[in-house]
């Protein structure tokens, strides 16, 4: 973390920062345990030369979100048909079967299908 310019402190001040429901540095400096003039050090180190890189870190982690999620929308699409062309195919699997079971006919429809 120090060659990226950031302290465990700092990235830890950075956690804390982005779950707080209370923001103030009063609270800020109670949930961490610091006392205010350390806090206020850290973040001004923060805020002068680490603003630039963390704006950039999330800029680069939107645009691979971005492209990210339209591939799962994807793959979880072909998922979904290939389980259900499986779900047929076992159910005529069964059929038959049931069929060389019994020696009576079998009939299967989509009603049937739906319902398993």
Do not use: F, K
């Given at each position: 973390?120090?060659s ?31 006392d205010?003039?350390?806090l ?77």
């Open positions: 973390m120090v990226g310019g950031l302290s465990t402190a700092q990235l830890g001040l950075m956690a804390q920062i982005a779950v707080a429901t209370d923001d103030t540095l009063s609270a800020l400096a109670l949930r961490t345990g610091l205010q003039s350390t206020s050090r850290n973040l001004r180190t923060l805020e002068n030369a680490d603003l630039i890189e963390i704006a950039v870190v999330i800029a680069v982690v939107g645009v691979l979100a971005a492209i990210a999620v339209p591939n799962i929308n994807e793959w979880s699409r072909h998922q979904r048909l290939r389980g259900a062309a499986r779900d047929v195919g076992d159910l005529l699997v069964l059929a038959r079967s049931d069929a060389i079971r019994t020696g009576r006919r079998q009939i299967v429809s989509a009603r049937m299908w739906a319902s398993i």
